[in-house]
């Protein structure tokens, strides 16, 4: 009797451990316990970055964008119980390289049309810590760009893929990335709905064509980067660049206070690199639904 007691003991905790198990492998879970430890860890570190000056702040940056990435794996591995090939080691340096010109790319010719339309002027920032200033912007690029790469791309939109399938990842993630960006200083549901089109689409469409995190942070990383160091407000946040920019003419084409990302310039300039992207990455599925 001892023994079927203690065997039907052992069968109820296998039980209760496997459900425990399946709970925290469902994708809206992993996902929430994910962001959130994410979150934490940049709401822990950021504001120590922002106590301390140059070189330490930016060291403070990569610890924190180290522990998030560990953050994320170990989200990945132990409650998703899935590979993590998003972030492999291999081809990282070339992947991450590729986005941060694609961003630059993106970025320099959203520039140059509105220069040309009138409506920015640029002069150089004469009284400028060209070294400080460089870090800073840097600094808040990266932060950015690894946080919410993190967040969106690698937890949302695979846990969203995981229960609704690539395209539905994509315009949920991509609205998301709007909503998560209204609260910004100068932000309008028009710049949110801007957002969404050239941020959430196309960083959504550059890690559905690669399927990899390096290049979406790189793409991410390189668009901050560059907007802060020509003194062009970042999705409402201004930083002090190498430059400052002058701003004339209607919202829709400088983008006003919220910055470049408010332009109807970027948003039309981003579909049109997007859309080659989610091409490439439909044929490449398709390519492999052919091989299975």
């Not at 791309?153 to 609205?175: D, E, I, P, Y």
């Not at 793409?219 to 660049?241: D, K, M, Q, R, Y």
């Not at 920019?245 to 209607?250: D, E, R, S, Y």
Request: charge should be positive; charged fraction near 15%.
């Amino acid at each position: 009797m001892k023994k079927r007691s203690a065997q039907k003991e052992h069968s109820q905790m296998d039980e209760k451990l496997s459900k425990w198990r399946l709970f925290w492998r469902f994708p809206i879970v992993w996902m929430v316990a994910g962001a959130i430890s994410i979150i934490l860890v940049d709401a822990f570190i950021r504001p120590l970055g922002e106590q301390v000056p140059g070189l330490l702040s930016l060291l403070l940056t990569l610890t924190m964008s180290f522990l998030a990435i560990i953050v994320y794996m170990l989200t990945m591995k132990y409650l998703a119980r899935r590979s993590i090939p998003e972030l492999s080691k291999k081809g990282a340096g070339f992947e991450a390289i590729m986005g941060a010109l694609t961003g630059v790319i993106f970025i320099a010719l959203s520039t140059i049309i509105i220069v040309s339309l009138g409506g920015y002027s640029f002069q150089w920032a004469n009284n400028a810590d060209t070294v400080t200033n460089l870090i800073a912007s840097i600094e808040a690029a990266l932060g950015a760009a690894i946080v919410e790469e993190l967040i969106f791309r690698g937890l949302m939109f695979q846990a969203m893929n995981k229960l609704l399938g690539n395209w539905a990842a994509l315009a949920v993630t991509s609205l998301f990335f709007g909503i998560a960006h209204l609260g910004n200083a100068g932000a309008t549901l028009w710049s949110a709905f801007a957002i969404t089109l050239e941020a959430g689409v196309l960083l959504g469409a550059a890690f559905m064509w690669r399927r990899n995190l390096w290049f979406a942070m790189g793409l991410h990383f390189s668009w901050n980067a560059l907007e802060g160091l020509l003194g062009i407000p970042v999705s409402g946040h201004t930083t002090a660049g190498l430059l400052i920019v002058k701003m004339q003419g209607p919202y829709l084409l400088t983008g006003g206070d919220f910055g470049l990302e408010g332009s109807v310039v970027p948003v039309i300039i981003s579909l049109l690199i997007a859309i080659p992207m989610l091409y490439a990455a439909n044929r490449n599925r398709n390519h492999m639904l052919q091989k299975v």
